[in-house]
């Protein structure tokens, strides 16, 4: 443990912190029932697809389309989705922040703590540059199904799990980030993200010195 108890990074994932990826994610599942069935999927369905994968995505539309094509053509299909997803965060701007994560971003910038991204789509980096939080990222990690994203960020950062907090909105991001000895923060629904050792409703509710205190504590 350092004698001076300052965190060194912090890693992010990326999914409704920075934007509403929820909504982008939807309206590109929108555009591709359109394009593939020739008919929209209703609004009131959206909640349903909040913080799927791709392929959990695809399977509610074939299921509300009564379709089951072959594998072959899954891939495909969720390649299409992909070509949509990206059209519409071209569309996106400085605007579409999310509010409270550029503060947020200057205030760990301004403490020297490292700041990595986990990006799964492919696409996180271009949509930094869209809203105008690029300059404040250190690092940019690209990630698999097969390893521990704040795993290879903390190595790709060159720091320890112990000195870092992690910041996600699923489950699965909580216990990916105890895996490393990281404090976990959530950022979402409470029962969902029981297991963090902190919890918000929405990023806006961090502030830089509520983390580094949380951080100490856990030392």
Not at 132 to 157: G, H, M, W
Request: charged share 20%.
């Amino acid at each position: 443990m350092k004698g001076c108890l300052i965190m060194d990074g912090a890693i992010f994932s990326f999914n409704n912190i920075f934007v509403n990826t929820n909504k982008l994610s939807f309206t590109a599942w929108q555009r591709f029932a359109m394009y593939e069935f020739g008919m929209g999927l209703p609004g009131k369905l959206a909640s349903q697809f909040d913080n799927l994968t791709p392929s959990q995505g695809l399977s509610l539309v074939l299921a509300h389309f009564n379709a089951n094509p072959a594998p072959s053509e899954k891939a495909s299909m969720i390649a299409e989705w992909q070509k949509f997803l990206n059209e519409e965060a071209d569309s996106l701007s400085e605007k579409d922040q999310l509010p409270g994560i550029k503060r947020l971003l200057l205030n760990l910038y301004d403490h020297y703590v490292k700041i990595a991204v986990l990006d799964t789509n492919g696409d996180v980096q271009n949509v930094l540059k869209q809203i105008d939080l690029d300059n404040y990222v250190d690092s940019i990690v690209k990630t698999n199904d097969k390893e521990n994203p704040y795993l290879t960020a903390v190595n790709q950062l060159n720091l320890i799990g112990a000195n870092c907090i992690g910041v996600g909105t699923t489950a699965h991001d909580i216990e990916n980030i105890h895996h490393i000895n990281a404090i976990a923060i959530g950022v979402g629904d409470a029962t969902t993200l029981a297991n963090a050792d902190y919890q918000v409703v929405q990023v806006g509710d961090l502030r830089y010195p509520m983390l580094q205190k949380i951080w100490e504590d856990k030392q």
